[in-house]
Structure formats: structure tokens, C-alpha cells
């Protein structure tokens, strides 16, 4: 048997067979080449030349087949080789614990604004919170540019006071939170 001129006599049709089969153009060219591979090692098992088309095609959807097994198991395989070598995957979501720091930030640094005098407040709020140009602030306010950057100084100092002293181990911490 011409393996040369059989391959090439039923190479395309096989070929259409695997695009159905394997889902994909790519794949299908992969696995008629490791098909033909197969065929021409295990030419002598095939009886008659005439039903080549058939074995051929049987032995590219086994190809097809193992493919998919493959790529369905990859995930997993991958997952734990991962593991083994001590890799952790990242979740999506936050951890709970770093939710819980998170939210008792916000409220610490809410109390902390809060604590302000009025008008080092309203300057904190419109510049660090709202982002507001300093020349934008200082024009809503009425006050001069060096005012306004005066009260800005004094608030971010206040509450990086007040964030230090809540978040400090100690006597003191206690007696700031309940202020």
C-alpha cells in the first residue's frame, strides 16, 4: 500500500470530518497531522487500502476525543501542579478580615473629619475628598489662597492626629475613639 497516495487521496475529506468533530480549524489541522502520524506507524494493521477514509477518520476522532480530555482536564491539571509547587491562587473578592479593616477605616477617618472645626472641615472635604483645585476652594470659600492652604495644612494635620491616636495601641487610643 502507497501510504503517500492514499493520505493525500483522503486527507481533505478527513479533514472536514475533524472540523465537525473537534469544533475548530485549528485543532482539526492538529489532530489529522498526529492522525496521519498514527496511520502511517500502524499501516500494517489496515487489511484493505479501500477503507482507509473510515480508519482514518476513526483514528482522528480518537485523537479529536483525547484533545478535548485533555484541554477539560488542563484547568485542573495546571490548579495542582500549582499547588504542588506552593502557589495560591488570588480571589476575586477582598479577604473578610481585609473587608473589615477597610470599613473601620472609613469609619475612623469619618470620625476624624467629622472632629474638625467647621471650616477646616469644609476645606478638607472640598480639596482631599472632592478634589477641588486649591484656587477653586479658595474662590467657593472667599478666602485667600494662603488662607485656604493654611486651613488645608491644619485639618490633614489634625486628622493624621487623630488617625495615629485612634490607631496606636495604647491609654490614649481609648480615650480619642470616644471623643
Known amino acids: 500500500m502507497d501510504f503517500e497516495a492514499l493520505a493525500s487521496e483522503h486527507k481533505d475529506a478527513v479533514y472536514r470530518q475533524l472540523i465537525r468533530a473537534c469544533g475548530n480549524r485549528e485543532d ?4 489529522l497531522v498526529e492522525a496521519l502520524l498514527k496511520a502511517y506507524r500502524n499501516l500494517g494493521q489496515l487489511r484493505d487500502s479501500a477503507a482507509f477514509r473510515a480508519w482514518l477518520a476513526q483514528i482522528g476522532r480518537r485523537v ?3 484533545l478535548k480530555q485533555r484541554e477539560a482536564l488542563l484547568p485542573i491539571m495546571q490548579l495542582s501542579a500549582m499547588e504542588a509547587s506552593g502557589i495560591q491562587l488570588q480571589s476575586d473578592q477582598d ?3 481585609l473587608l ?3 470599613q473601620e477605616m472609613k469609619q475612623l477617618l469619618r470620625q476624624a473629619i467629622e472632629s474638625l472645626p467647621e471650616a477646616e472641615r469644609t476645606v478638607y472635604q472640598l480639596r482631599d475628598l472632592e478634589e477641588a483645585s486649591g484656587e477653586q476652594v479658595a474662590a467657593r470659600l472667599g478666602l485667600s489662597l494662603a488662607a485656604m492652604k493654611s486651613r488645608l ?3 490633614r ?3 493624621r492626629h487623630y488617625l495615629d491616636a485612634a490607631l496606636t495601641p495604647g491609654p490614649d487610643a ?3 475613639r470616644r471623643e
Open 28 to 31: 482539526a489541522e492538529d489532530v
Open 64 to 66: 479529536c476525543w483525547q
Open 95 to 97: 479577604a473578610p478580615d
Open 100 to 102: 473589615a479593616a477597610r
Open 153 to 155: 495644612h491644619r485639618a
Open 157 to 159: 494635620a489634625s486628622v
Open 174 to 176: 481609648a480615650t480619642q
